[in-house]
């Protein structure tokens, strides 16, 4: 099973590992995955797709305000405070 993130199709980066005389060795780095089960099925996510789905999880639930609702609150405050 290759690691890659289902939603955002991240996969590892190549890059290279520095010794103490600065020679280069090629090396992978993963993509930090977590197994989550969604609808009765194993899904592989990396740590940035879960952090967006809570993230929409609680904006759907009214649990935290998006920045046009923010701004929408400042402005009824305004208002009120002006009468």
Sequence with gaps: MSRICILTGKTA????????????????QGVNLQTRRMGGVKVLLSTRALKTLKKLEAINKGQVLTKKQKKQAKTAARKQVKK
């Design 13 to 28: 980066n190549t890059a290279n590992s520095r010794s103490h005389s600065n020679r280069a060795t090629k090396r992978l």
